[in-house]
């Protein structure tokens, strides 16, 4: 017979302070909770994962974030559909970014060269201003300045100076911005 302080005997009481796992609360998010056609409820959510946003945040349905507590969102941000935020080597978005749908943010990859395949994090800054076209991929360890634009489709695994432009695979330099940009992103909606 189980003893009052056996596994047995607590684990067949119910319990009202169950908490699901970081893991758990994660993949509902990524599973359900992105479906839901409501901005605020998914980033309170997150938040309560530890995301820290800013206002003006727009996380637009279907996207995926993994370790939401290493992400950081100035505020004035779009964050398309159907993106993947891998933040396990932490992210940091400055104001007035616009990601647009379908992009990666990795930051964790494995060394091709280790015996044991070893896994390695690396962060990504992406500056103030900073606009991320579709299906773009950002990788670990890259810092993209201020108003610098990636196009669409484009790989990068370097820095990105500010206010140039960047194409191809791997990215590379193909034009440059204007640095007179004033925009703020103070709008979005709501129930998307």
Not at 38 to 52: A, F, I, M, Q, V
Request: a positive charge; aromatic letters at 6%.
């Amino acid at each position: 017979m189980a003893g009052r302080g056996s596994p047995r005997a607590r684990s067949s009481r119910p319990s009202l302070r169950w908490r699901p796992s970081r893991s758990s609360a994660e993949l509902l998010h990524n599973r359900a909770l992105t479906h839901v056609p409501w901005n605020g409820l998914r980033l309170t959510y997150l938040r309560g994962l530890g995301l820290k946003a800013g206002p003006h945040t727009y996380l637009f349905g279907s996207s995926e974030v993994i370790a939401p507590q290493n992400l950081t969102i100035a505020g004035n941000c779009h964050i398309g559909r159907f993106c993947q935020i891998d933040a396990r080597g932490g992210i940091d978005i400055g104001r007035n970014v616009v990601i647009a749908s379908h992009t990666l943010l990795i930051t964790a990859d494995h060394d091709p060269r280790s015996p044991g395949f070893d896994g390695r994090l690396g962060g990504i800054v992406i500056g103030d201003r900073v606009w991320i076209g579709s299906r773009a991929t950002i990788l670990k360890g890259v810092t993209i300045g201020e108003g610098a634009v990636v196009a669409a489709g484009a790989v990068v695994v370097s820095d990105v100076p500010a206010w140039t432009v960047v194409g191809g695979v791997p990215a590379r330099p193909i034009g440059d911005r204007p640095t007179e940009m004033a925009y703020e992103i103070d709008y979005g909606p709501e129930f998307y």
